[in-house]
């Protein structure tokens, strides 16, 4: 076993060898090509009554020339296409859906034709200014809105196995690549990060090294010069939201050269994307310095600068990372999207070293932050995931103007719902990981999944009851016989893990967070059990916003409070914190378990303040998993309460 | 005894009659006249090294035409030369000082050579818009403007007696009452709230009736019209800020008629300058209606939004009131001028309602927030008075940019300083009321004052404890045998309230939260004495923030925790509320009282979140006075501390 830093030759699968079957998750997966492909192109053709006009598919009509008109929206609109079309690549590799196909493949038509003759695609500068390109890299997400079709491009060439897409996003990466190595963009770097891990993925897809090279120069190149803060006083410089203030490296990752980064700053989405090339970068070049810059970040993240829902951004300003320990919960930013970075960040650096802390992470933010950004039916969405809600509280034209009690049919910037469809449609890469003789089974997800142990087929076959019990039953049969391991991460919540083999429970050998279980003949199976009760959770003291509180998780799930359950008024509730919580087994939403607390309700008659110590009353809690918040009639929400 | 909702004929005393000598209070008062008045002129001047340029008088040299160059600042600059004059004249009155008034002379030949031919005076229009005039109420701040200079020229005249920087703000004045009644301003009304109090000013220096129905028309067109929506679409208007948005009416107040509204909204300044306008115009026309909004506008301040330390405006965007019991401490507004304008509404609903309650708001934002916004050597500044700082969380380009852990030398936006130092200066107009025959006590701070009761002189002499101590002693020598009353006002903190007179102990009648206490012949003595002890203080459970957690009040004063007492991560800490509260006399800064609790202090090892509860260890607490934090070396603050 490999004991440096880098693990070797892992391998995210095939999604269409990925098909998961799971009792909590088929609900929120299978959405995606019931309610939320279809609904998201509804929106993409502004036919969704109510909901911002995305004009992404007219912006992109005017710049083929099929329509007349002007640029509408965002200057990186063309990206809600770009996701769209990846999560239907990701939808089509596990439900073959012609319809599905052949709208995708108009829209490969339309971004084709939107493309301009030199490989440039990007329809707010074609209709806009045309002939000018890569004039405003800090505001003009040129790179950015690039890095996403060329992820869609990549994805519909995995999924569907045809190249058009591709060799068309290729020309685009070639320009790219010709450009940023003129003298006069030897020092430029993206504004928005998202190209470099894009260019990464290309490269692994077609095997062209200049992919890689391009995106390694760019994060290298990113934190030593001062490009984006005099980029608008160069002659190419185009205006595009003639912002007074000076440019604040920090925002965009600029302050410093990434291999001296040690603390998560700025716009968390951007951080988090860079930090995912840095991973790729890590290891496809055994980069330690580069590797220990991500590791340092992740610690300083997962230890300092997320919120217990795997959150991330704290300040509705600048949707920014902020300081250690400053994790607001009523007027917290967590994007969405946010934590969607984070669990690819996390995704890599699993992949890159092989230890299983890092899918601690992605677990809780995909089971929790990235589940809450979308409504039940499919059809709502949250950009910013607050820890604590006070409907009346967030008003327009406030501090919390940023925060909304109720999911949004869609927003005027609307990176999060595709963003999200594309994640849960992806959600396989999450399971499992391919290495040379071994399979690792980061997530405890149900499915049956197709791999290879030392080059033998193999099917393997989950059955988890997560995130409710904690047990799984984990199936490996070879084509022919093979020698191997699988390993299994060991969650950090699971409390006194029991594996049983065919000869009876055993202990495993640990590696790096793994439980390691020999693969030997053509069939393997082993069951894993763990205690996952709902347990009380502190935070460090450090963290003012939960001073004398106490949140609720079981194994994955942070909980929440909901005036639904609780009545209105929850800063009025004490939690017993020396009583026992109770389960109740399908007491909620899509039958999940809710935790019953013993607490107390304060009572108080008169004004604001008072030398008198508030009565109370004995009351029951009733937690809910956080995830389905907001589902029902909108009220007050808390993740965090006070302790009696 | 008039018992309807009027009290009647009230009146502020002269300043140079009110003679304040008090131990708390000579600290700050003086500074007025040694320190900050010579300090702000320097930064009119722009002579201050390190504080952002003022450019105050440099613009309005330019207006005048004795220098050239262009308007630099806020459009609203000129107030803060308004402002010192103000100061100035109430500082010349308690204390002549010839140089002083030279200096203040000198200002209003300034400002007289800056007024315009037709009575205008604005430097900013004067320069960038020669010949333009209020043709952007909603954000040129015109009115504002002009409402401070009357304010000023009032003072200046009711101080020294001289008129001509009275008549030439009369012609400012005469202008305003001309254009607002032309039928293209038939429904204008001030886009920043100042003017309306101003001109009452003015009209009770005066006796001229045009400028009391001028301010009334303003008030009572307030929420009748969508003027300020509007105004961006007419041919005159101006633009300042180019701002996008439109106008939100809440901000301005300007979403209901004063009259129907029940509720404090948007901008806290401006609200409680248009609410003071309201008391006075209530009072003066005996307007039934009027003086009920004032009345429901207290309650819900009072009641619903404001901060223990009398701070109000819990947004930093919009600097605004938000919605019932939303007060987030970290993240807190509390304008020093907010409460400076909380103080003067309540001045005047005191003496409009004859209502002690009244003054105990207004001297808790005085004692708290007001004195806080100031440093103890008069030379630096909080705009934003927060109830918990962690200084590392007060970043730049963050929801918190707005917050401050160190006071400024000086703000580009300097309304705060002059506005704290003209109402210390003018502290004495809280301390007495003059009635017909009677004189209310409202603030017991010591000092010697010239009164009348029923026409016969008298000098009272108050000696105060406050705030350390329940005490007081009132003196009362009569020029001549007299028969009135003296109302001393018992404040809500009071505990067992005795009297004694020269016949011993006595319980004296009660009206509107007054002790009334007979004054007969030529000499009356009253001692007031009262339990004070420093008590814990409970927030209403809806007010999230504070949940879990109580604040130290003794009397009028709010006390705090600091770092620099009680070690970093003030998070970390409980309070036993179980245990009695210690004072420690002279313990603090200024020989304050300082607060000692038991308390443990959370101990923890590990990263952010745990399910082990923190161990902790037994520690004290020492709290000291909110008004005099932030005066050692930077660190953290919090009023509200967790309960164990």
């Known amino acids: ?9 892992l391998k995210y699968l095939p999604l269409r060898d990925l098909r998961i079957d799971d009792p909590f998750w088929n609900g929120c997966v299978r ?3 019931s309610e939320i492909l279809p609904y998201q192109y509804d929106t993409l053709w502004d036919r969704i009554p109510g909901a911002p006009p995305s004009r992404c598919i ?30 239907a690549a990701y939808s089509l590799a596990s439900l073959p859906d012609p319809k599905l196909r052949a709208t995708a493949e108009e829209m490969i038509d339309l971004v084709l034709a939107a493309q301009q003759p030199n490989g440039y695609l990007n329809s707010y500068f074609t209709i806009l200014h045309p002939g000018k390109q890569f004039c405003n890299l800090k505001e003009g997400h040129e790179l950015y809105t ?52 894009a260019l990464f993925r290309l490269y692994e897809a077609t095997g062209e090294e200049k992919y890689r090279a391009m995106a390694y120069d760019f994060i290298n190149r990113r934190g030593t010069t001062d490009y984006l803060s005099r980029e608008n006083t160069l002659p190419r ?102 934590s969607i970075a984070l669990a690819m960040f996390c995704k890599r650096m699993s992949r890159v070293t092989g230890e299983a802390k890092y899918m601690d992470t992605a677990e809780l933010a995909i089971y929790n932050t990235v589940l809450a950004g979308i409504a039940m039916d499919g059809r709502s969405f949250f950009y910013v995931n607050p820890l604590e809600v006070i409907p009346e509280a967030c008003m327009p034209a406030t501090d919390r103007a940023h925060v909304k009690p109720v999911r949004q049919k869609w927003f005027g910037c609307a990176c999060c719902p595709p963003n999200i469809a594309r994640t849960l449609a992806s959600l396989g890469e999450y399971v499992l990981l391919q290495g040379d003789t071994s399979i690792r089974v980061n997530l405890l997800i149900s499915g049956t999944f197709k791999a290879r142990i030392a080059g033998v087929p193999v099917k393997i076959a989950i059955e988890s009851s997560l995130p409710w019990e904690g047990h799984a039953k984990i199936r490996v049969r070879a084509e022919r016989p093979v020698r191997g ?13 029991v594996f049983t083999g065919e000869g009876g429970a055993f202990v495993p050998k640990l590696d790096r967070g793994y439980a390691v279980i ?98 109370s009353v004995p009351c029951k809690l009733k937690f809910v998993p956080y995830c389905f918040w907001g589902n029902r009639e909108p009220g007050e929400m808390t993740v965090w309460v006070t302790a009696k």
């Open 1 to 9: 076993m490999d004991l440096t830093g880098f693990e070797k030759n």
């Open 31 to 33: 959405l995606v090509t």
């Open 58 to 87: 007219r912006n992109l009509k005017i710049a083929a020339g099929q329509e007349e008109g002007t640029f509408e929206g965002w200057v990186f609109q063309d990206t809600d296409l770009a996701k769209w079309l990846e999560a």
């Open 146 to 197: 690039a890095g996403h079709f060329i992820e869609a491009a990549v994805a519909w060439y995995q999924v569907t196995g045809e190249d058009r897409f591709l060799n068309a996003m290729r020309r685009f990466a070639d320009l790219i690549c010709e450009v940023f190595h003129t003298p006069e963009y030897a020092d430029a770097v993206p504004g928005h990060e998202e190209i470099e891990l």
């Open 237 to 338: 410089f185009v205006d595009v939201w003639h912002d007074p203030n000076p440019y604040v490296p920090e925002y965009g990752q600029a302050h410093a050269p990434v291999r001296e980064q040690s603390t998560a700053e700025g716009h968390a989405v951007r951080a988090l994307y860079l930090y995912s090339a840095m991973a790729d970068l890590a290891g496809s070049y055994h980069d330690e310095a580069l590797l220990a810059a991500c590791e340092r970040l992740y610690e300083n993240i997962t230890e300092k600068r997320m919120y217990i829902t795997g959150g991330i951004g704290s300040s509705g300003v600048m949707e920014r990372f902020t300081t250690d320990y400053d994790l607001p919960n009523d007027s917290a930013y967590a994007e969405s999207c946010a």
């Open 485 to 497: 391991t699988l390993l299994i991460r060991v969650p950090d919540y699971a409390e006194d893990p």
């Open 518 to 615: 020999p693969v030997e003949g053509t069939a393997t199976a082993v069951s894993f059990g763990f205690g996952m009760t709902a347990r009380l959770i502190y935070a460090n003291p450090k963290v003012s916003a939960d001073s004398g509180k106490v949140a609720v998780r079981k194994g994955p799930l942070v909980y929440c409070l909901e005036e639904a359950d609780n009545g209105e008024g929850l800063a009025a509730l004490r939690i017993d914190t020396s009583k026992a919580l109770r389960e109740v087994p399908g007491g909620g939403l899509r039958d999940s378990v809710t935790v019953e607390a013993e607490g107390l309700r304060l009572q108080w008659s008169g004004g604001l303040y008072s030398t008198r110590a508030p009565d």
